[in-house]
T-cell receptor, first 116, second 117 residues
Framework: DTGVSQDPRHKITKRGQNVTFRCDPISEHNRLYWYRQTLGQGPEFLTYFQNEAQLEKSRLLSDRFSAERPKGSFSTLEIQRTEQGDSAMYLCASSPGLAGRGDTQYFGPGTRLTVL | AQTVTQSQPEMSVQEAETVTLSCTYDTSESDYYLFWYKQPPSRQMILVIR??????QNATENRFSVNFQKAAKSFSLKISDSQLGDAAMYFC??????????????FGKGTKLSVKP
């Protein structure tokens, strides 16, 4: 168990550019979550996958955001036409997806995005 | 919609002393989970402790324990024998057990804990 990994750890981009982040969950975890954390705030839910299916998207996820999880393994989060308001830490978490009460989310180190 | 409130933006404790971090939440659900996560500076978030609402017994994990008051919708974290490594942001989080929210966590704004040597 190597934990949840995210790449890159830091990304600086100019306004209007597209960026893509990657998350590798803990192996055999079938649930994967994306959160966004701005300075001084707690993480806010963006979207959630059960295996390869994207089952829920927050209203925070504008049309410029898209997420995928092909084959139910790693996931990517793409932001098109970045805006300065997109600057934040993007966190990925995974959980085993255990039925009933045993599910706990494990977080990756995050990708810090700065939009100039 | 559920909300989580942490009313203490910052707290400070002397090494080896005890500190309590506060958390209140609002929900109309009767069954749910509550969590405390720790986020050290520039490091990833890790789970400290979890509580299931249907359990009356307060959860404990070594030096960490909670005071869960369901009727008051209060979920405080007590850290005993504080260590320098406990310095971090602490987030209280809520998770529904029902469908629709699919298990996403709802976080408070966090409490920054400093530990003085």
């Amino acid at each position: 168990d190597t934990g949840v990994s995210q790449d890159p750890r830091h990304k600086i981009t100019k306004r209007g550019q597209n960026v893509t982040f990657r998350c590798d969950p803990i192996s055999e975890h079938n649930r994967l979550y994306w959160y966004r954390q701005t300075l001084g705030q707690g993480p806010e839910f963006l979207t959630y996958f059960q295996n390869e299916a994207q089952l829920e998207k927050s209203r925070l996820l504008s049309d410029r955001f898209s997420a995928e999880r092909p084959k139910g393994s790693f996931s990517t989060l793409e932001i098109q036409r970045t805006e300065q308001g997109d600057s934040a830490m993007y966190l990925c978490a995974s959980s085993p997806g255990l039925a009933g009460r045993g599910d706990t989310q494990y977080f990756g180190p995050g990708t810090r995005l700065t939009v100039l | 919609a559920q909300t989580v409130t942490q009313s203490q933006p910052e707290m400070s404790v002397q090494e080896a002393e005890t500190v309590t971090l506060s958390c209140t939440y609002d929900t109309s659900e009767s069954d749910y989970y509550l969590f405390w996560y720790k986020q050290p500076p520039s490091r990833q978030m890790i789970l400290v402790i979890r509580q299931e609402a249907y359990k009356q017994q307060n959860a404990t994990e070594n030096r960490f324990s909670v005071n869960f008051q369901k009727a008051a919708k209060s979920f405080s974290l007590k850290i005993s024998d504080s260590q320098l490594g406990d310095a971090a942001m602490y987030f209280c989080a809520y998770r529904s057990v029902y469908g629709g929210s699919q298990g996403n966590l709802i976080f408070g704004k966090g409490t920054k804990l400093s530990v003085k040597p």
